[in-house]
């Protein structure tokens, strides 16, 4: 199955490009926008496209705004925080929402690593927009170790310049505070062996979280592979059937 392109236009005038997988165009069919992590971009998640789509549910992914170093989207890694993330995916939201073949009712919100965190974020922003929340191995970690890294002087993050805004931004954001505005349903889908991002910060948004499900993949570390992989496609595909109307 082919994707189809898509660019989003932000009201600063920036581009954000992404692709769809599409069910269909008849009519409006339940949606999920998938958001990368820290440094990646959507060419890394864009094999679970068709495994949405066949299952009868749109698939959306994009490329943050200095997301990362093969973003086709505008904008330095340089010039990015979690917050200007929240803003793109806020945007992107809005945009998919006012697409002819999608059901703006049935919005799903999906991230991995930091585009977690990002989702997480956003969700709690705008609850009545998003219908679930799927998090894959959320970076929940990441105040933490912005806060670590403010107070040594470090401004690098795997080996990759930050903006000098980014620490100072996520060091302050009380992330288990902010998602408890999230009521509805959510899946955590996390490694055991995840040496980025302890599985322990997953356990602590389980039980901040009214509605949630923690699946917990022996073995598996941050980022999944093989039978991992397909594995968690399959529980996201299943929790979004759950949860339609």
């Known amino acids: 199955m082919m994707g189809e392109k898509l660019t989003f236009q932000k009201?600063?005038?920036?581009?954000?490009?992404?692709?769809?997988?599409?069910a269909g165009i008849d009519k409006k069919y339940p949606t999920v926008i998938f958001a990368h992590g820290f440094g990646s971009n959507y060419r890394d998640l864009e094999h679970h496209g068709a495994g949405f789509a066949e299952s009868g549910i749109n698939c959306i992914f994009f490329d943050f705004c200095g997301g990362g170093l093969k973003s086709l989207s505008d904008g330095k890694m340089t010039q990015m925080t979690v917050l200007t993330e929240a803003e793109d995916?806020?945007?992107v939201i809005s945009q998919v929402q006012q697409m002819k073949n999608v059901d703006s009712d049935q919005l799903f919100i999906q991230g991995e690593s930091q585009g977690g965190?990002?989702?997480a974020y956003v969700a709690a922003q705008i609850p009545e927009k998003i219908k679930g929340l799927i998090l894959w191995y959320p970076a929940f970690v990441i105040p933490d170790d912005a806060k670590r890294r403010f107070e040594e002087n470090e401004n690098t993050c795997f080996g990759q310049q930050l903006s000098p805004d980014y620490n100072k931004v996520a060091k302050d954001i009380d992330i288990f505070n902010v998602i408890t505005g999230y009521k509805k349903s959510v899946m955590i889908i996390h490694g055991e062996n995840d040496n980025c991002v302890p599985i322990s910060y997953s356990e602590q948004a389980e039980k901040v979280y009214e509605?949630?499900?923690l699946i917990r993949i022996p073995k598996a570390g941050h980022g999944f592979d093989g039978e991992d992989s397909q594995f968690a496609r399959e529980q996201s595909i299943e929790f979004i059937r759950k949860n339609l109307k």
């Not at 009201?11 to 599409?22: D, E, L, P």
């Open 89 to 91: 995916l806020t945007e």
């Open 211 to 213: 509605n949630v499900k």
């Open 117 to 119: 965190f990002v989702s």
């Open 11 to 22: 009201k600063n005038g920036q581009k954000i490009v992404g692709k769809a997988y599409f």
